[in-house]
């Protein structure tokens, strides 16, 4: 029953802004120890983007989009989202979110620590 649903991709131009959202459906955000972004250009491994933990006492941002992009969540609406700003064409990409039921180790989020992954939405930024 665990799902995660993205959505708010499309295409924009550079220097544009774009919010992805992921909601979850049979169980609360706020009991995963860690919830992230990756994305995955063609032809290339997924990365990390940004994450945060359960109290949102810690916060990831790979360091390519820092100062851009802005992860955050509304407990009510069980809803985390991913506020992208100032896009360049190399954000564009699938981007999905993910979640963990526990974390095992600290430091900058890998994709292998993930239990769930949402199907993804494409963000596609034109110069």
């Known amino acids: 029953q665990v799902q995660l649903v993205e959505s708010g991709g499309g295409l924009v131009q550079a220097g544009g802004s774009l919010r992805l959202s992921c909601a979850a459906s049979g169980r609360i955000f706020g009991t995963y120890a860690l919830v992230a972004w990756f994305r995955q250009a063609p032809g290339k491994d997924r990365e990390f983007v940004v994450g945060i933990s359960r109290t949102g006492s810690s916060l990831y941002y790979a360091d390519s989009v820092k100062g851009r992009f802005t992860i955050s969540r509304d407990n009510a609406k069980n809803t985390v989202y991913l506020q992208m700003n100032s896009l360049k064409p190399e954000d564009t990409a699938v981007y999905y979110c993910?979640?963990?039921?526990?974390?095992?180790?600290?430091?900058?989020?890998?994709?292998?620590?993930?239990?769930?992954w949402g199907q993804g939405t494409q963000v596609t930024v034109s110069s």
């Open positions: 993910a979640a963990m039921n526990s974390r095992l180790r600290v430091g900058r989020p890998r994709s292998d620590e993930f239990n769930y």
